[in-house]
């Protein structure tokens, strides 16, 4: 499974979890979430990949 940190500051602050496993949807997911998580930290917003096993 492909997890979604957001870190601000150098800090995780959420982690995003997509219910689908589809890249497509997932591109889609995270490119809302981003405008989201933009407008609630401020521009200073970076988001890593990682996966679970």
């Not at 979604?4 to 602050?13: A, L, M």
């Not at 497509?24 to 401020?42: A, D, L, N, P, T």
């Amino acid at each position: 499974m492909i997890v979604f940190d957001v870190i601000v500051g150098g800090e995780v602050k959420e982690t995003i979890r997509p219910k689908t496993a589809k890249l497509k949807e997932i591109y889609v997911i995270v490119g809302e979430q981003m405008k989201q998580m933009k407008r609630k930290y401020g521009p200073d917003v970076d988001v890593k990949r990682r996966m679970i096993y």
